[in-house]
């Protein structure tokens, strides 16, 4: 074979060069600068020379990020420095006593400068950087010894395969650590593809992120959309490094994602301000967090501090408020769901978890009730974690009562008495009877739910009414409804009636990606329906599109697209999408809010502290069609300045970009010149 030449390196050079830095537009600052396909020919190009040289393949490749074959299992990796734990606060006043000990540790007078980070529920690693190259991630273990999951980590985009020469030469080596979590939009949509392909759903983002990262095929971890969160390196004795606020820009400078909430704050009240803000934040936020860490900024004053047994004696994790509570099974009930899945339920005697009454948590599957061996009458511990689902986390086995019994799945579906089936692999049990009566509840519900037809008043007891007197066979029935067919039904009056059908009429004109979604297409969550409408704009494009061409959708895997593919050939459906034309319904033409939006076109970045959270002005800059960045450039058309804007601002008047408030947000949003 021949050697490659000169022109074949520095093509490679400059293709690793561009797949870097289209990674990290992407990945880390979110700003892509380039398409989806305009990336893939890039690195089709990468691939292509090093499988034609492939002597040329290097460990910091972009490549190497695909994954790598099967290994048996995961090799043990000793800690340099242990990986340490963290002592809890669950209150102000806790809070104030670790305050107090850490003034009379370092024999300080005045206020301590502390950094505060979110306490983020996923996987903490470590990743080993000599010279610069990642060579070597972890998982933690148990602080001392962890597992080598170096093949798996190297597939994450948020971790940067190679540093700046400067910080190589600086630190010859380095550990950086952090945690690696599942956004919990990913999380849904995982399990929805789990779902569709018969698969058990995982119980909730961090078990997934946790499952994701110690798959031993790591071809399956690439296939998961992971991310790492860096908050802080091993060692301290970094000479040219004095505090861990400076660590973190350093990293950021570096590639690695910092969490948006990390800053800085002196002493007690200043932190307590960070904690309600975070708190106040935390159920908007796509990634779960249960606290918040404080550590003493200033690493000559936490080498004074030092560690007793495994935890700093310089940082605490201020939990938020428990989101467990312990109550009482008062009955296992078995849910069908949309696509005829039989959950087990436990039906509990209500109980408030973080403020929220809970009366049901799901069992997830059969395998996960039969391993938790819950039995009526046991004692349970229920969780909700953010706006997960609650579910039941442990059974106090202790205060069992005597002569209960172990529960099993019915063999009989509890609403039509079909038969039950479990296939071979799969966790889930189905009803396979498509006019089960359960199964239409759902799938009418789904239908008119909120981010589908939107149908105000049509919820679970209504549709199982209109069912139950056969009034509605399948969502379209809906559209051939009067007022006659609903007068008799239970508590309808007249004035409901007609809101009801007010409601129906309305919905006619649902647009695209809801009329999408409403379908309940397995698979098919919010997101996939909106990049479907975007991709197709009219619906009869989408519905006669060959499976194959749906693949070639950005964010549609073949799983959905073979899901799509036999929702639409499907009979049944084909005369219920032509009976919702006959209804009325209208299809209407997609116009993507990104073309349409008052503030389409437009790049924002946003800086300093604001009124609310930055996930606020991001969802609203996003729901009228504008673009969030992370990083101030020539692209930036508005930087979004609150209060102490730092080096962004500095940079946006460096290159004359508008700097707007938050009224000046709301300008915008007002003019009605569009
Ligand atoms: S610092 C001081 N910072 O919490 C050394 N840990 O109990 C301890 N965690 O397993 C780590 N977010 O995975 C630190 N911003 C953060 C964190 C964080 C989450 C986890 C970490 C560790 C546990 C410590």
Request: with cysteine; net charge negative.
């Amino acid at each position: 074979m021949a050697a490659p030449d000169e022109k074949i390196l520095a093509e490679l050079k400059k293709l690793r060069a561009e797949v870097n830095r289209h990674n990290r537009l992407y990945y880390v600052d979110d700003n892509p600068a380039i398409s989806d396909a305009e990336y893939d020919r890039l690195f089709d190009r990468l691939l292509e020379i090093e499988r034609q040289f492939p002597e040329l393949v290097t460990p910091d490749s972009p490549s190497q990020r695909i994954g790598a074959p099967v290994s048996r299992k995961f090799a043990a990796v000793q800690h340099r420095v242990q990986m340490l734990s963290l002592q809890k606060v669950t209150s102000k006043e806790e809070f104030d006593q670790f305050d107090r000990r850490v003034r009379e540790g370092l024999d300080a007078s005045g206020e301590i400068e502390y950094i505060t980070e979110p306490k983020l529920d996923g996987l903490a690693v470590e990743l080993v950087y000599e010279q610069g190259l990642f060579v070597l991630g972890s998982t933690r273990g148990d602080g001392r010894t962890g597992e080598n999951i170096t093949v798996n980590l190297r597939t994450l985009r948020t971790i940067p395969l190679r540093l700046s020469e400067e910080t190589a030469k600086r630190c010859p080596l380095l550990e950086v650590r952090g945690e690696v979590i599942m956004k919990k939009s990913a999380f849904a949509h995982l399990n929805d593809t789990l779902e569709a392909d018969n698969l058990p759903p995982l119980a909730n983002p961090r078990n997934a992120a946790a499952g994701s990262l110690r798959q031993l095929d790591s071809s399956v971890t690439a296939s998961r959309p992971l991310m790492f969160y860096a908050y802080g390196i091993s060692d301290t004795d970094l000479a040219y490094l004095d505090n861990q606020h400076t660590v973190m820009e350093l990293l950021r400078e570096e590639g690695f994602l910092i969490n948006e909430f990390v800053t800085t704050a002196t002493g007690v009240s200043e932190s307590a301000r960070a904690f309600e803000k975070l708190e106040s934040a935390r159920e908007q936020l796509d990634y779960e967090i249960d606290g918040m860490v404080v550590k003493v900024d200033r690493f000559n004053q936490q080498t004074i501090l030092g560690q007793i047994s495994r935890a700093p004696r310089w940082a605490v994790a201020w939990k938020f408020a428990a989101e467990t509570a312990q109550t009482v099974v008062e009955e296992i009930e078995f849910s069908v769901g949309r696509t005829g899945v039989i959950t087990p339920v436990a039906r509990l005697e209500p109980v408030q978890v973080s403020g929220v009454h809970v009366s049901h948590a799901t069992l997830h599957n059969a395998d996960r009730m039969q391993d938790l061996d819950i039995r009526k009458g046991d004692t349970v511990t229920v969780r909700r974690a953010g706006d997960v689902i609650p579910e039941v986390v442990e059974v106090d086995k202790a205060k069992r009562p005597a002569s209960t019994k172990a529960v099993k799945i019915p063999t009989e579906c509890p609403s039509c008495r079909g038969s039950i089936t479990r296939t071979e692999n799969e966790a889930a049990h189905r009803c396979l009877n498509p006019a089960c009566p359960a199964q239409l509840e759902r799938r009418l519900f789904h239908f008119a739910s909120k981010s589908g037809f939107d149908i105000e008043g049509l919820g679970g007891k209504l549709a199982r009414q209109l069912i139950d007197e056969k009034l509605v066979r399948n969502p379209a029935d809906l559209f051939f409804l009067t007022k006659e067919q609903l007068l008799p039904l239970d508590l309808m009056a007249d004035k409901k009636a007609q809101n009801l059908l007010d409601a129906i009429d309305h919905s006619r004109a649902t647009p695209l990606p809801r009329l999408i979604y409403a379908l309940g297409i397995p698979g098919v969550g919010e997101a996939a329906a909106g990049l479907l409408a975007g991709q197709f704009e009219t619906f009869e494009r989408f519905e006669n599109i060959p499976v194959e061409e749906l693949t070639a959708v950005d964010g549609i895997g073949p799983t959905i697209a073979a899901g799509i593919g036999d929702f639409l050939a499907n009979e049944g459906n084909q005369s219920m999408l032509k009976r919702m034309r006959k209804g009325g319904v209208q299809f209407p033409v997609f116009q993507s809010l990104a073309a349409t939006g008052k503030l389409a076109g437009k790049t924002f970045v946003i800086t300093g502290t604001l009124s609310q959270p930055r996930g606020y002005f991001k969802n609203l800059i996003e729901e009228h069609g504008g673009k969030v960045a992370s990083a101030v450039s020539a692209k930036t058309d508005y930087l979004l300045n609150g209060a102490d804007g730092g080096s962004k601002l500095a940079k946006a008047r460096k290159l004359g970009t508008t700097i707007i408030d938050e009224s000046g947000l709301q300008q915008l949003l007002n003019d009605t010149n569009d």
